[in-house]
């Protein structure tokens, strides 16, 4: 019950920092605390999470991470959440994913970095699960309408869906 209190709390959490005009009641779930823990510092557009092991897990897009890896900058990075009240959380990134890019950085044509995509799309993670202490993180390209003129209704494209996995917590 515990893990599902938090995870509510954790959703209510993001929704009320994000949308400022989203209100959660406290009279809902008697006795249940709200508010919302913003981690400012941060940035990034993508943010799921999971519950590993041992923590909650998750990974952020375009994030420049917490504490020494703050202001990295990746395409996507790996992050632990550690505590025990969900306004009181604290973030750690576990791995930058440098392989993966910097912040929104192609390849190719584009004449970006020799780490990201060949094909001038650039790495992010759709999701991440943990099973039996393995963690599985979806990731794909994505092609940005700003750089490709070609897309249609200017839509975000996305290719090459892949599932990678880490056996030590995110640490490679």
């Given at each position: 019950?515990?893990?599902?209190?938090?995870?509510?709390?954790?959703?209510?959490?993001?929704?009320?920092?994000?949308?400022?005009?989203?209100?959660?009641?406290?009279?809902?779930?008697?006795?249940?605390?709200?508010?919302?823990?913003?981690?400012?510092?941060?940035?990034?557009?993508?943010?799921?999470?999971?519950?590993?092991?041992?923590?909650?897990?998750?990974?952020?897009?375009?994030?420049?991470?917490?504490?020494?890896?703050?202001?990295?900058?990746?395409?996507?990075?790996?992050?632990?959440?550690?505590?025990?009240?969900?306004?009181?959380?604290?973030?750690?990134?576990?791995?930058?994913?440098?392989?993966?890019?910097?912040?929104?950085?192609?390849?190719?044509?584009?004449g970006c970095?020799?780490?990201?995509?060949?094909?001038?799309?650039?790495?992010?993670?759709?999701?991440i699960t943990?099973?039996?202490?393995?963690?599985?993180?979806?990731?794909?390209?994505?092609?940005?309408?700003?750089?490709?003129?070609?897309?249609?209704?200017?839509?975000?494209?996305?290719?090459?869906?892949?599932?990678?996995?880490?056996?030590?917590?995110?640490?490679?």
């Amino acid at each position: 019950m515990m893990h599902r209190l938090l995870c509510l709390v954790l959703c209510c959490a993001a929704t009320t920092s994000f949308a400022g005009h989203w209100q959660l009641k406290a009279d809902v779930i008697e006795g249940m605390e709200t508010g919302a823990r913003r981690y400012e510092e941060t940035f990034g557009d993508t943010c799921i999470s999971a519950w590993g092991d041992d923590e909650v897990y998750l990974v952020s897009d375009d994030s420049r991470g917490f504490g020494q890896a703050k202001n990295a900058e990746r395409n996507w990075m790996i992050h632990r959440l550690s505590g025990t009240n969900p306004l009181q959380l604290v973030g750690t990134t576990i791995n930058t994913m440098d392989e993966y890019g910097l912040r929104n950085q192609p390849n190719g044509e584009l004449g970006c970095g020799a780490s990201a995509a060949q094909d001038g799309r650039a790495w992010k993670a759709n999701g991440i699960t943990c099973i039996d202490g393995v963690i599985y993180v979806a990731i794909s390209k994505y092609d940005y309408p700003w750089r490709n003129k070609k897309l249609i209704d200017m839509r975000q494209t996305a290719a090459d869906a892949s599932i990678i996995k880490t056996i030590d917590h995110g640490l490679h």
